[in-house]
C-alpha cells in the first residue's frame, strides 16, 4: 500500500526552526521527486519546493529559499523539511507529496499532478 505521513509538526515562536518529516511506505522515495506544499487557514495550497529524483535539482518557491531546507535519508525512505527563521505567516498545513518514478523539478509547473499526497501536519508561528 503506497502511502506517504507527515509528522513534525507543532507550535514554535517566530525565528524558531522545524523539521518536518515525510515517510514513504509502498515505494522507494529516492526514486521520485518530492514537492512539499503548505495551507494557510482560508487560503489556497501553494507549492513550497520540489526536489527531483536522487535531489538532482531543487526548485523553490519564491521567498523559500535559504529558509526551507529539504534533505532525504534513503535508508529511512523518508524526506525532511528543515524550516529555519519561522515568521507567522508561515502558519498552515504542511504536505508532502511524490511524483515519478524518475521525475525532474525545474519549475512552478512541477507542483502539479503529484502522484501521492500526505494527510499534512500542522504548523503553527506565534509572534
Known amino acids: 500500500q503506497v502511502q506517504l505521513v507527515e509528522s513534525g509538526g507543532g507550535l514554535v515562536q517566530a525565528g524558531g526552526s522545524l523539521r518536518l518529516s515525510c515517510t514513504a511506505s509502498?515505494?522507494?522515495?529516492?526514486?521520485?521527486?518530492i514537492a512539499w506544499f503548505r495551507q494557510a487557514p482560508g487560503k489556497t495550497r501553494e507549492g513550497v519546493l520540489c526536489?527531483?529524483?536522487?535531489?538532482?535539482?531543487?526548485y523553490y518557491a519564491g521567498g523559500m529559499k535559504g529558509r526551507f531546507t529539504i534533505s532525504r535519508d534513503n535508508a529511512k525512505n523518508t524526506v525532511y523539511l528543515q524550516m529555519d527563521s519561522l515568521k507567522p505567516e508561515d502558519t498552515g498545513t504542511y504536505y508532502c507529496?511524490?511524483?515519478?518514478?524518475?521525475?525532474?523539478?525545474?519549475?512552478?509547473?512541477?507542483?502539479?499532478?503529484?502522484?501521492?499526497w500526505g494527510e499534512g501536519t500542522l504548523v503553527t508561528v506565534s509572534s
Open positions: 509502498g515505494f522507494r522515495l529516492e526514486d521520485y521527486a
Open positions: 526536489t527531483s529524483s536522487r535531489d538532482t535539482t531543487t
Open positions: 507529496a511524490a511524483d515519478g518514478p524518475d521525475y525532474y523539478c525545474s519549475g512552478p509547473e512541477d507542483f502539479h499532478g503529484m502522484d501521492y
